[in-house]
């Protein structure tokens, strides 16, 4: 998947992210981290669609009293991995990951991923919960 495809989804779901954020942690949203998997329709998607499924797979990345945003892309057995902007990880070295059923866990650096000067960077936590992931955008994106 390229880079393009990352960022558009980053986006939207940032977006979602910031304008919601009390919402997909409250206690509440918890419903809607235990859907198992978001799949691409090849029908459009309403905005209550498009908000469910953005907020199901945008996780918090906090490290210290700072925070930034993230989108789960990949789940291997209890494995998850986060993509978020390079910058977010710059604000500190002990990271801590919130999903959406407001549970945190610990936060490591992927430092495989070579993103260029993209502003991309990935972080990965492990847990044994099922947690959404991103779907592949379409290729003509």
Not at 29 to 57: C, H, T, V, Y
Not at 64 to 75: A, L
Not at 100 to 118: A, C, V
Request: glycine share 8%.
């Amino acid at each position: 998947m390229g880079f393009s495809k990352f960022s558009v989804i980053s986006a939207i779901s940032c977006l979602c992210f910031v304008s919601s954020a009390e919402a997909v942690y409250s206690t509440v949203q918890e419903r809607i981290a235990a859907a198992p998997e978001i799949s691409q329709s090849s029908g459009e998607l309403s905005i209550n669609d498009l908000r469910a499924k953005s907020r199901a797979i945008t996780v918090k990345i906090m490290a210290g009293e700072t925070w930034g945003s993230g989108i789960i892309i990949e789940g291997r057995g209890q494995l998850y991995t986060v993509l978020t902007n390079a910058h977010v990880l710059r604000i500190g070295d002990n990271y801590r990951i919130q999903t959406p059923d407001g549970r945190t866990y610990s936060g490591r650096l992927s430092r495989n991923d070579n993103f260029n000067d993209d502003d991309l960077a990935t972080i990965n936590f492990q847990s044994r919960r099922n947690y959404a992931i991103s779907p592949q955008l379409p290729n003509h994106l």
